[in-house]
């Protein structure tokens, strides 16, 4: 099947408009610049009762930012939501809008963590800050007069790699307790042979060649890459991990990986909820107000979250609070 309509539109002007080097072929600081005007596209979000940004510390010493975007003065649950871009990168501002439409169609706070980026930070610094941003999450959102909300993990991505990492360690080390993980296009393995990643098809806003670039600004030493905490694929046990939501794109080079890990997940007992969204390129879930695709899988994420939460729109609309 091929791109759907909007989408085929999409890549038609972003050809037109393309500079003259790949972004495989950037620093990663050009590579920034050349995509941070993405973020115009996706204009304003929902208002919200609340928006906080802070600066949390990492386990270096170091620093990172967090947004929390709060819908209602009573959110019914917590979403830390970790941004893509391949490590490397993407910022809150990028995910304010993306952030702000979770909140306000699901009820629940939203915990935006930009953790530090690679070549500068590379891993495991960006494992260690998403990490800490859910750790924080779970002390200072979810833990809230004298209840504890339901706390989801949430990712896209680069950031839905970290999201799966950060649900085995909260297994591992018995808490948080996750009500759930929503993995969105997931990079779980670094095997360039797979067949989406060969598929001419597939080679649009993120190609073979980037993810190649990624991996190389993320974890340069290819010995690396095997480690669970990298590749969550490669984790030797995945029993006991929290139910998973798992959205795939029909043309991404990252496809056959993510629904390796569905499988490997569903082949441990975990309960998985896996949709393939067909005509949809890797990008299309965080493009905002631009790809039809996203507004329906976002709806799905959101209508799942609800579930968690036990809230219905009726009663997120008699909440809500705008200013």
């Given at each position: 099947?091929?791109?759907?309509?909007?989408?085929?539109?999409?890549?038609?002007?972003?050809?037109?408009?393309?500079?003259?080097?790949?972004?495989?072929?950037?620093?990663?600081?050009?590579?920034?610049?050349?995509?941070?005007?993405?973020?115009e596209l996706y204009g304003p979000g929902p208002e919200m009762h609340e928006v906080q940004d802070l600066m949390i510390p990492g386990d270096d010493g170091g620093e990172f930012s967090l947004r929390v975007l709060t819908p209602s003065p009573s959110p019914a649950a917590v979403i830390v939501y970790f941004h893509g871009?391949?490590?490397?990168?993407?910022?809150?501002?990028?995910?304010?809008?993306?952030?702000?439409?979770?909140?306000?169609?699901?009820?629940?706070?939203?915990?935006?963590?930009e953790y530090r980026k690679a070549p500068e930070h590379p891993f495991p610094i960006p494992v260690d800050d998403a990490w800490a941003g859910m750790k924080w999450a779970e002390e200072h959102v979810a833990r809230k007069d004298g209840k504890s909300l339901p706390l989801i993990v949430a990712g896209d991505s680069a950031?839905?790699?970290?999201?799966?990492?950060?649900?085995?360690?909260?297994?591992?080390?018995?808490?948080?307790?996750?009500?759930?993980?929503?993995?969105?296009?997931?990079?779980?393995?670094?095997?360039?042979?797979?067949?989406?990643?060969?598929?001419?098809?597939?080679?649009?806003?993120?190609?073979?060649?980037?993810?190649?670039?990624?991996?190389?600004?993320?974890?340069?030493?290819?010995?690396?890459?095997?480690?669970?905490?990298?590749?969550?694929?490669?984790?030797?046990?995945?029993?006991?991990?929290?139910?998973?939501?798992?959205?795939?794109?029909?043309?991404?080079?990252?496809?056959?990986?993510?629904?390796?890990?569905?499988?490997?997940?569903?082949?441990?007992?975990?309960?998985?909820?896996?949709?393939?969204?067909?005509?949809?390129?890797?990008?299309?879930?965080?493009?905002?107000?631009?790809?039809?695709?996203?507004?329906?899988?976002?709806?799905?994420?959101?209508?799942?979250?609800?579930?968690?939460?036990?809230?219905?729109?009726?009663?997120?609309?008699?909440?809500?609070?705008?200013?």
């Amino acid at each position: 099947m091929s791109f759907d309509e909007a989408t085929s539109a999409f890549l038609t002007a972003a050809a037109e408009n393309a500079g003259d080097r790949p972004l495989w072929e950037m620093s990663a600081p050009e590579a920034r610049e050349a995509t941070s005007g993405l973020s115009e596209l996706y204009g304003p979000g929902p208002e919200m009762h609340e928006v906080q940004d802070l600066m949390i510390p990492g386990d270096d010493g170091g620093e990172f930012s967090l947004r929390v975007l709060t819908p209602s003065p009573s959110p019914a649950a917590v979403i830390v939501y970790f941004h893509g871009g391949g490590w490397v990168l993407e910022n809150l501002t990028g995910y304010d809008t993306l952030g702000r439409q979770l909140a306000a169609k699901s009820g629940a706070a939203v915990v935006l963590v930009e953790y530090r980026k690679a070549p500068e930070h590379p891993f495991p610094i960006p494992v260690d800050d998403a990490w800490a941003g859910m750790k924080w999450a779970e002390e200072h959102v979810a833990r809230k007069d004298g209840k504890s909300l339901p706390l989801i993990v949430a990712g896209d991505s680069a950031g839905a790699n970290l999201a799966a990492v950060v649900a085995q360690r909260a297994r591992d080390k018995g808490a948080p307790a996750l009500a759930q993980q929503i993995l969105v296009c997931p990079v779980t393995d670094a095997d360039f042979t797979r067949d989406s990643y060969r598929d001419p098809e597939n080679q649009t806003m993120v190609s073979i060649e980037a993810m190649q670039w990624f991996w190389d600004q993320y974890v340069p030493d290819a010995d690396l890459r095997n480690e669970p905490t990298a590749t969550p694929l490669n984790a030797r046990d995945l029993t006991g991990l929290a139910p998973a939501l798992v959205i795939t794109a029909e043309h991404d080079v990252l496809r056959d990986e993510g629904e390796a890990y569905v499988e490997a997940l569903r082949n441990a007992g975990v309960d998985v909820e896996h949709h393939r969204w067909s005509g949809q390129m890797h990008t299309f879930f965080s493009m905002v107000n631009v790809l039809p695709g996203s507004a329906e899988a976002i709806e799905l994420v959101t209508d799942r979250i609800r579930d968690i939460a036990g809230t219905t729109p009726r009663q997120l609309d008699r909440e809500s609070v705008s200013n």
